[in-house]
Nanobody, 124 residues
Framework: QVQLVESGGGLVQTGDSLRLSCAAS????????LGWFRQAPGKEREVVAD????????YYADSVRGRFTISRDNAQNTVYLLMNSLKPEDTAVYFC?????????????????WGQGTQVTVSS
């Protein structure tokens, strides 16, 4: 089993940057892929980015490609989401979740363990 704790959210202005962290505990972290998701008020949860267990493969939603970068440090059991050029529409609660290697990336049903989320608010 894996436990995930997100941090790094906050209130920023349009164009600012934030780096979110997802700290994991559990022996299976280094063998799982991880994804970042977000959920804005009144909207469904959507996938933002995904990174393979090795870190060699990354995937992004079209809405964030070129602005967000996902990375991981398996020695620190942590996954990061660097968010640049933030926009008001990026405002949401951001979650991380694990994905078994055999499951397809960016598919909601592929993810099993979830964190509690961290709030990101971008003011205009």
């Amino acid at each position: 089993q894996v436990q995930l704790v997100e941090s790094g959210g906050g209130l920023v202005q349009t164009g600012d940057s934030l780096r979110l962290s997802c700290a994991a505990s559990g022996r299976t972290f280094s063998t799982h892929a991880l994804g970042w998701f977000r959920q804005a008020p009144g909207k469904e949860r959507e996938v933002v980015a995904d990174i393979s267990w090795s870190g060699r493969n990354t995937y992004y939603a079209d809405s964030v490609r070129g602005r967000f970068t996902i990375s991981r440090d398996n020695a620190q059991n942590t996954v990061y989401l660097l968010m640049n050029s933030l926009k008001p529409e990026d405002t949401a609660v951001y979650f991380c979740a694990t994905r078994p290697r055999v499951a397809a990336p960016l598919q909601m049903g592929s993810y099993d363990y979830w964190g509690q989320g961290t709030q990101v608010t971008v003011s205009s």
